[in-house]
């Protein structure tokens, strides 16, 4: 089998939820993840930190998108940092959504978060 595998997910899922839910988490690239959460209709941070607390609630190790082995970040703030992906069915926005992180060290990246896009979609 190859990484990450079931329960590496959990862990970072598990790892995700601990970190958003006490509001330790940062944005990779503030530019774009602030588009993203504008579209979303979120404008204070404590919109965006509930808002990503109920998706990271929400996402479960099958719901993994990304690569094995994962995707290494280009981003500057996470550079090289393992890309985390997730697409799910959400209950709470009504859609499907994305949700795409990193950690470096201790530190959660948000990298995207957004409606999921059909492979039409992307860019």
Sequence with gaps: MQRPGHSELRGKILKARAKVGSADWLMASPE???????DL???TSAEMTQALEIAA???EPEHYVGTRPPMRSYERACQDAELFAFAWDSAHFGRRMY????FVKETLFLVSFHPA???KEEP
């Design 41 to 43: 209709d979120l404008w």
């Design 99 to 102: 949700l795409k992180f990193c």
């Design 117 to 119: 896009r059909t492979p």
């Design 32 to 38: 774009k993840q602030v588009a993203e959460f504008r």
């Design 57 to 59: 609630n929400e996402i």
